[in-house]
Nanobody, 124 residues
Framework: QVQLVESGGGLVQAGGSLRLSCAAS????????MGWFRQAPGKEREFVAA????????YYADSVKGRFTISRDNAKNTVYLQMNSLKPEDTAVYYC?????????????????WGQGTQVTVSS
């Protein structure tokens, strides 16, 4: 079993930055791909960014491309989401997910493991 724990969420003014972390525990493998998703109140959960542990490739949703950066620290089994130029529309609960397939995927159902989420609130 793999457990994921997100941290780093909080309140920030529009234009500011936050850095989210997702720490994996239990049996993990370098081939696991990692993804970030978010869900705003009253809306469906949506894809944000993904990274392959083995390949290092990344993919971003159009809404965050150029502002968010996903990265990893394989030695610590941790993935990060650096969020810059934040907008009120970015306000949501952000979830970390792991996919044993290893490739970059945007479909939520592909990911086997999910964290509890961390709240990000961007004020105007």
């Amino acid at each position: 079993q793999v457990q994921l724990v997100e941290s780093g969420g909080g309140l920030v003014q529009a234009g500011g930055s936050l850095r989210l972390s997702c720490a994996a525990s239990g049996r993990t493998f370098s081939s696991y791909a990692m993804g970030w998703f978010r869900q705003a109140p009253g809306k469906e959960r949506e894809f944000v960014a993904a990274i392959s542990w083995s390949g290092g490739s990344t993919y971003y949703a159009d809404s965050v491309k150029g502002r968010f950066t996903i990265s990893r620290d394989n030695a610590k089994n941790t993935v990060y989401l650096q969020m810059n130029s934040l907008k009120p529309e970015d306000t949501a609960v952000y979830y970390c997910a792991a996919d044993p397939g290893g490739v970059v995927v945007t479909t939520q159902s592909v990911y086997d493991y999910w964290g509890q989420g961390t709240q990000v609130t961007v004020s105007s």
